[in-house]
């Protein structure tokens, strides 16, 4: 009957498509690995479909194993969360708390405040660069950067953003001036291809035959290379602010200017067991901009 299922069952399946490997699973779960094939091989006769496609050397989900594992996640989660809320939780409750590198590494040296006052609450940072909903950890609260005209009512603003010119110590010295920034390399970072178009044209400058010499995929890794004199780049001024109080080797050699986008958070799963935890997060994060 695919109504009574085992719950030891869903929670070795979840296991092992989370890491993809039996071995990894019996880890987790103190099993043997043979005891978390067993499972998985009745969980699958009971469903009477497979779950995972099985070659040599990898573990890959079906494509209704990975359909599956979406509810069977949820599911568990849910069951987690209300054994906590009725019962007390056993052990600290975490969040997981989605942003780019750059945000995480901002709001570091203020996590330890945020420590300090709930220390039953564990945080999980993720970044979000390349992170696959279906595949990842359930997330708590996004950090995003987002337009000002957004029109998701979910989202809570934090703050505006600017952009500013970045040049490492040595070639700061050559720039006196936004028109010297056109004689520099330009280092843009994906995601962000407009900063060096909206940071030029609002000096009246022409933007149109700027290459991408140096092409990074975040903020984080074109600070290092302007540090290590590689070029210019354009960043959000807060970021670039963190990377200088934290020692780089870089200068901002211009005046802030505004992105048309601000920083917000959505806070997911407002309405499950245990959303106050994530709540109190979201309260700290407001007095953080």
Not at 56 to 79: C, F
Not at 239 to 247: D, T
């Amino acid at each position: 009957m695919k109504g009574n299922l085992n719950l030891n069952w869903l929670r070795t399946f979840e296991a092992a498509a989370r890491h993809l490997s039996f071995t990894a699973a019996s880890r987790e779960l103190g099993l043997t690995q043979t005891a978390v094939s067993q499972h998985i091989k009745a969980l699958e006769g009971q469903l009477g479909q497979n779950l995972f496609i099985r070659k040599a050397k990898s573990l890959q989900l079906t494509e209704i194993g990975r359909a599956y594992l979406v509810s069977v996640r949820d599911s568990l989660e849910h069951i987690a969360f209300s054994t906590n809320g009725l019962f007390g939780p056993a052990q600290e409750t975490t969040i997981v708390v989605r942003a780019s590198a750059a945000m995480i590494i901002w709001l570091s040296p203020q996590l330890a405040s945020f420590q300090k006052a709930n220390p039953s609450i564990g945080i999980k940072l993720v970044t979000s660069l390349w992170q696959n909903d279906r595949e990842g950890h359930p997330v708590d609260v996004d950090i995003l950067l987002a337009a000002q005209s957004q029109s998701d009512t979910r989202m809570v603003k934090l703050s505006d953003e600017y952009i500013v010119p970045v040049c490492g110590l040595h070639t700061a010295k050559k720039i006196e001036m936004p028109k010297d920034l056109m004689t520099c390399n330009t280092i843009h970072v994906l995601g962000f291809d407009d900063h060096w178009a909206r940071y030029l044209s609002s000096h009246g400058l022409p933007y149109a035959d700027i290459s991408s010499r140096l092409v990074v995929d975040t903020s984080v890794a074109a600070c290092e290379l302007v540090a290590a004199e590689n070029g210019c780049t354009i960043m959000i001024d807060r970021f670039a602010q963190q990377a200088i109080a934290a020692g780089r080797q870089i200068r901002i050699v211009g005046d802030p200017v505004d992105t048309g986008q601000a920083h917000y958070f959505l806070q997911r799963k407002i309405r499950s067991a245990g959303s106050q935890v994530s709540t109190a997060f979201c309260d700290w994060l407001k007095t953080c901009f």
